[in-house]
Each structure stands twice: as structure tokens, then as C-alpha cells.
């Protein structure tokens, strides 16, 4: 018997969650609270997912409003992203850029945290927009001011 699509999507998306949650919580306990509502929220609104759409996509914007809300509601504001909270490459130099890249992006604001994320992902601009709620050219501009900001930074 086949998996409901439901699980197959939450199965092959588990590392989008995940990093979701790791940005907005760094104890683990809240982590895995916010886990479980971001999975809520996912349920609750398969019935109004859309085939013609990429999945992740879908479940980025779920879940990054779920982490929104949920930090609203609780009160909590998180200053860092602990650097466990991506995945960063085997290869020695590529990991060390990633490590002073991902260092370089917790002094930029959250929104801007967000957006870099899902470029660093390989959304397109448009996937951006539509997972951020924003027009694509607000993407294309927000994007050009981040990447200026980090290369200010990395002159410093």
C-alpha cells in the first residue's frame, strides 16, 4: 500500500523543517515544539495544497508563517542561527566559506536571514516571492541590497 502524499512530502522535505525550526529556536525542546505545530499547520492545510505548484514551495511558506506566528505568540525574540542549523559542505575551503558566510548573515535583519536562506536553497526569485508573500521585484531588489550588505561586511 502506498503512503498518503502527505507523509511522502513530509518524509523527502524532513531538512526544510528542520532548518526552519533550528532558525528560529536554539534550544532543543523549543525546536521540536515548533516542529510539531509547523507539522499541525501542514495538515491543516493540505486540503487547500495545490498539485500545480512545487511542494516546497508550499511548505516553506507554511512553515515559515507557523515559525512567525509561533515566536509572536510565545514572546520570544532569537538574536543568532546557531551554525549547526544548516547544512554546510564536506569539502574543507567550501566549508570554511560557508561557515564565514552563515557568520556573516546572523548580523542581518531576519526578514533578510529568511530571504537569503531560500536563495542559498536555489529558489528561484518568483518561488521567493510567492513563499514570502512579496512581489518578485521586491525580491530582486531585497537581494541586491543583502548581497551589497555581506560584501560591505566582508570588507570589514
Same mark, same amino acid.
Not at 551554525?83 to 546572523?106: C, G, K, W
Not at 530571504?115 to 528561484?124: A, C, H, I, K, Q
Given at each position: 500500500?502506498?503512503?498518503?502524499?502527505?507523509?511522502?512530502?513530509?518524509? *523527502?522535505?524532513? !531538512?526544510?523543517?528542520?532548518?526552519?525550526?533550528?532558525?528560529?529556536?536554539?534550544? /532543543?525542546? $523549543? /525546536?521540536?515544539?515548533?516542529?510539531?505545530? +509547523? #507539522?499541525?499547520?501542514?495538515?491543516?492545510?493540505? %486540503?487547500?495544497?495545490?498539485?500545480?505548484? /512545487?511542494?516546497?514551495?508550499? =511548505?516553506?511558506?507554511?512553515?515559515?508563517?507557523?515559525? +512567525?506566528?509561533?515566536?509572536?505568540?510565545?514572546?520570544?525574540?532569537?538574536?543568532?542561527?546557531? =551554525? $549547526? !542549523?544548516?547544512?554546510?559542505?564536506?569539502?574543507?575551503?567550501?566549508?570554511?566559506? !560557508?561557515?564565514?558566510?552563515?557568520? =556573516?548573515? #546572523?548580523? #542581518?535583519?531576519?526578514? $533578510?536571514? *529568511?530571504?537569503?536562506?531560500?536563495? =542559498?536553497?536555489?529558489?528561484?526569485?518568483?518561488? +521567493?516571492?510567492?513563499?514570502?508573500? +512579496?512581489?518578485? &521585484?521586491?525580491?530582486? &531588489?531585497?537581494?541586491? /541590497?543583502? %548581497?551589497? %550588505?555581506?560584501? %560591505?561586511? *566582508?570588507?570589514?
Amino acid at each position: 500500500m502506498d503512503e498518503h502524499p502527505f507523509i511522502e512530502l513530509i518524509e *523527502r522535505h524532513t !531538512a526544510a523543517i528542520e532548518r526552519v525550526c533550528r532558525s528560529f529556536c536554539s534550544v /532543543r525542546e $523549543d /525546536r521540536e515544539d515548533l516542529r510539531q505545530e +509547523i #507539522l499541525l499547520h501542514l495538515w491543516w492545510g493540505w %486540503k487547500h495544497y495545490r498539485p500545480d505548484h /512545487r511542494p516546497i514551495t508550499w =511548505l516553506y511558506r507554511v512553515a515559515l508563517n507557523t515559525a +512567525i506566528s509561533w515566536r509572536r505568540h510565545r514572546g520570544r525574540q532569537v538574536a543568532t542561527i546557531p =551554525l $549547526d !542549523a544548516f547544512d554546510l559542505p564536506d569539502d574543507t575551503a567550501l566549508h570554511e566559506q !560557508a561557515v564565514h558566510l552563515r557568520s =556573516l548573515m #546572523l548580523h #542581518l535583519p531576519t526578514a $533578510d536571514q *529568511r530571504m537569503l536562506e531560500l536563495y =542559498l536553497d536555489g529558489f528561484s526569485s518568483s518561488e +521567493i516571492a510567492s513563499v514570502l508573500g +512579496i512581489s518578485q &521585484t521586491a525580491v530582486t &531588489t531585497r537581494m541586491g /541590497r543583502i %548581497k551589497e %550588505k555581506l560584501r %560591505k561586511m *566582508r570588507e570589514i
